[in-house]
């Protein structure tokens, strides 16, 4: 089985390995077996039960919340030779036709439903004629009271385990504390599901919180040096939608509003010239975002402050889905929280007010943080971190220390003294020694804790405890109104075996204007290339009229910029490019790659110095040249920089062709050199493939690279 998963993955699509825990999931589904995943944004949930339905008879239903989600996966689907259909409100009585037709014809092996069509029981009776594959179900939080969009709707799908017992389910999303975890497999009855929790981290994303001080002013210096890319801001209310869409207009951005008040064809216009690369920038309300599947969103910027953690894991999560450096910028002020508070309290449903608001005080101490935010974050999910992340401000800008080992003693031994049953505010109140009638009774003036904090200052000890939940020595019970409970690791500070280190809180001025000038990732690929790559994608895109990522993601285009694939063989092993889309695009991009180099590498190179070399090569390249410097072997410069020794071979090919001092004879015993000389004199110097399976199966990749790099270089003199 394993194998015959690996060659669906390959060749359908273009994936060469699997992540973890993708195949251990696939595998169960296939055997027919429940499985609840909870897997971070762009971690490739859809494969889970994508591949499945293509090893399981009959059709596999998908239950997605939204038409342009559905869509864009179908897209995606059939552009990999997979036979896929969606039902929804979008398509005409003919198009629905033709759809139920391919159903009874046992034609289609997914079919996308939102889940008000999957359980009117017309559509229930017609599914029971048919055989099916696997029901999954996307966006599974929805399904749940404590989740944070929690949608009526779903909660009916709990009927699909009693009207067929026989197939398996199974459940997927980025977003589920450990409380809305239970609670959606409780809805579901799949209690005997696999549980995979796949980690929350999305270590591609720089987060970063500023105070929101002249914030148009912030988000126009954010945006300065990234017109070129794709991304969403967020903001709580239409009207301010529309204000910050308008200013950035009048900039010169490629900027569109997206709100519920827009007219629907004007939400679909929106919505679609995003997808296609025609509108650089939405700005919009939460209305927007969970149906769009787009890998190469760059930044993701929340002009306000969201309602909940989960909220903002989820959108911030809309960044870099294909796994490139992307930002998570958030401005935070108290304005915000107001206004959060009040969209939450105007709802008659009081249970659900609470638990809102729990949610709300989580969110503001994310944004007050003074301990990593990634750390922070992945704590709010129970995915608890030992070290920092080194990709957030306050890791790249950290604020002032102190030792806090004794305050923190303090607030866990009253956490524990007062049962582990209330909120950070009364445990506050009884460290300051507050004589308010709560305390009196409960009795808890009477404690051993009372009073030992009331040389420190509310705002201060808030401060602390916050940071106390982020490092994982408390942990918030949400189905109990935000109640502190200890951790295994509190243990160790209570004994006093363990200093507990704080930040104080930092100067706002100063933040915002470090946090305006930091940067973007690194990009370690050709961007001329890549530019080049990615017109000819526009350009067959928008002749299928679809999204240019239903082509290639930004990804694999990065990829092919890096490696540049020279024959059919070499794009296959670029990760994204499966057997369909190669017959159907490889040609045209291998001809974009074939004439890129000609023009731009090839020709006479005269010896550069380090100074040109600096500007006409990436930064990865410059730490391999480094290394291959300091007289390391290949496999010594491959294990320093953790990547293959191919990807090093490929550098060291490119700097001896861009003109650098780079013997790449030294890596290549000398009884293969005339071997390798022979097959490129009778092949020519393009078509590692071809060239690999002239030679001895002891010649490597790596050595016909380096010998082809010398070979070249004479060729041009």
Not at 66 to 89: E, H, T
Not at 667 to 694: D, N, Y
Request: aromatic residues 6%.
């Amino acid at each position: 089985m394993p194998t015959t998963l690996h060659h669906t993955l390959k060749t359908v699509f273009g994936f060469h390995e699997f992540r973890a825990p993708q195949q251990d999931v696939i595998e169960r589904v296939v055997a027919g077996e429940d499985v609840f995943l909870v897997m971070p944004t762009g971690g490739g949930k859809s494969l889970c039960y994508q591949i499945p339905a293509l090893h399981r008879n009959g059709v596999a239903i998908v239950v997605s919340p939204l038409i342009a989600l559905m869509k864009d996966q179908v897209d995606a689907l059939i552009a990999n030779g997979a036979r896929a259909a969606c039902l929804n409100s979008s398509l005409n009585s003919a198009e629905v036709g033709r759809v139920f037709q391919q159903m009874d014809a046992g034609t289609l092996d997914l079919l996308y439903v939102a889940p008000e069509r999957l359980m009117m029981p017309e559509f229930l009776e017609r599914l029971g004629t048919l055989k099916l594959a696997l029901f999954a179900i996307d966006e599974a939080h929805c399904i749940s009271q404590w989740g944070h969009d929690f949608r009526p709707d779903y909660v009916k799908l709990g009927r699909l385990r009693t009207t067929f017992p026989a197939v398996p389910i199974v459940a997927m999303t980025a977003t589920a504390d450990p409380e809305t975890r239970q609670d959606i497999i409780n809805q579901l009855g799949i209690n005997n599901a696999t549980v995979f929790v796949a980690g929350f981290d999305r270590p591609n994303i720089t987060y970063t919180v500023i105070p929101k001080q002249k914030p148009l002013v912030q988000l126009g210096s954010f945006l300065s040096g990234r017109r070129d890319e794709a991304g969403i801001i967020y903001a709580l209310s239409r009207k301010r939608v529309e204000q910050v869409a308008e200013r950035l207009r009048e900039a010169g951005f490629s900027v569109a509003a997206y709100h519920a008040g827009l007219p629907d064809d004007e939400r679909m216009r929106v919505q679609d010239a995003f997808r296609k690369d025609d509108i650089r920038i939405v700005v919009a309300t939460v209305a927007f975002g969970m149906g769009i599947d787009k890998p190469n969103v760059r930044f993701v910027v929340h002009y306000d402050m969201p309602k909940s953690v989960e909220s903002y894991y989820q959108e911030t999560g809309r960044a870099g889905r294909d796994g490139l450096p992307s930002e998570a910028l958030m401005l935070f002020g108290m304005g915000d929280v107001m206004t959060a508070r009040m969209l939450i309290e105007n709802s008659d449903n009081a249970e659900r007010v609470k638990i809102e608001l729990q949610k709300l005080n989580a969110m503001v101490g994310y944004a007050e943080a003074l301990t990593c935010r990634r750390r922070a974050l992945l704590a709010y999910f129970g995915d608890q971190r030992q070290h920092d992340c080194g990709n957030c401000d306050i890791c790249t800008d950290p604020p002032q220390r102190f030792d806090a080992s004794e305050q923190a003693k303090k607030a866990l031994s009253c956490v524990y003294r007062v049962g582990e049953r209330f909120g950070m505010m009364h445990v506050i109140e009884v460290l300051r020694g507050s004589k308010n009638q709560r305390v009196r009774e409960l009795k808890h003036d009477q404690l051993s804790t009372y009073g030992i904090g009331s040389d420190t200052s509310a705002v201060d000890w808030e401060n602390i405890i916050r940071q106390l939940i982020h490092l994982g020595y408390l942990a918030q019970d949400f189905t109990r109104f935000g109640a502190l409970k200890l951790t295994p690791v509190a243990r160790p500070v209570l004994k006093g075996e363990t200093a507990v280190i704080l930040g104080r809180p930092r100067d706002a001025v100063q933040t915002v204007e470090k946090g305006k000038k930091r940067a973007g990732g690194r990009r370690d690929y050709d961007q001329a290339l890549f530019d080049a790559l990615r017109a000819l994608r526009k350009k067959i895109a928008d002749a299928a009229n679809v999204p240019p990522f239903v082509v290639f993601s930004d990804a694999t285009l990065a990829e092919m910029a890096r490696s540049r694939p020279s024959d059919a063989r070499e794009l296959l092993q670029v990760s994204g490019v499966g057997e369909h889309k190669l017959r159907q695009y490889g040609r045209a991009f291998l001809d974009v790659i074939a004439t890129y180099v000609k023009e731009n590498v090839g020709g006479t190179v005269s010896r550069l110095t380090d100074k040109d070399l600096a500007l006409t090569t990436s930064d990865t390249r410059k730490e391999t040249l480094r290394l291959y410097r300091e007289g390391l072997d290949l496999e010594a410069i491959s294990a320093r920089r953790g990547l293959k020794s191919s990807t090093i071979a490929a550098h060291l090919e490119e700097l001896h062709g861009l003109g650098a001092d780079v013997d790449l004879l030294r890596f290549v015993s000398q009884e293969k050199v005339p071997l390798i000389r022979a097959q490129l004199e009778k092949q020519g110097g393009l078509g590692l493939s071809e060239l690999k399976e002239a030679l001895p199966d002891e010649i490597s990749y790596e050595d016909i690279r380096l010998v082809r790099g010398v070979w070249n270089g004479e060729q041009r003199r």
